[in-house]
């Protein structure tokens, strides 16, 4: 599976990005698949995860309710909608997927090359 985001840019603190990942193979709607980020000097951190038929959605604490993930099968695509935006949202957002999901300390076979989302005036 290869994974290509898009979407990534710069916008002022509580405004909104939507950053997409579109990823290759026939094989698409048997992953789950997921965002993480990582911003500089910090660890790579879990962001969202959705579930093969888009049935379950996770988030993490610091973006509930802000953020929503999605996903579109026949389009082979997974969407991150962020609202709210933060300073601390920037960061370079990866997309990643797997055919194996936990809520805790998933560590996704495929990942993307990222797309950097940055937060400041």
């Known amino acids: 599976v290869q994974l290509v985001e898009s979407g990534g840019g710069l916008v002022q603190p509580g405004g909104s990005l939507s950053i997409s990942c579109v990823a290759s193979?026939?094989?698409?709607?048997?992953?789950?698949m997921g965002w993480f980020r990582q911003a500089p000097g910090k660890e790579r951190e879990f962001v969202a995860a959705?579930?093969?038929?888009?049935?379950?959605?996770y988030h993490a604490d610091s973006v509930k309710g802000r953020f929503t993930i999605s996903r579109d099968n026949p389009k082979n695509t997974v969407y991150l909608q962020m609202n709210s935006l933060k300073p601390e949202d920037t960061a370079v957002y990866y997309c990643?997927?797997?055919?194996?999901?936990?809520?805790?300390?998933?560590?996704?076979?495929?990942w993307g090359r990222g797309t950097q989302v940055t937060v400041s005036s």
């Open positions: 990643v997927a797997d055919s194996f999901l936990t809520t805790s300390g998933w560590s996704p076979k495929y």
């Open positions: 193979g026939r094989t698409f709607s048997s992953y789950h």
């Open positions: 959705i579930t093969w038929n888009g049935g379950s959605t």
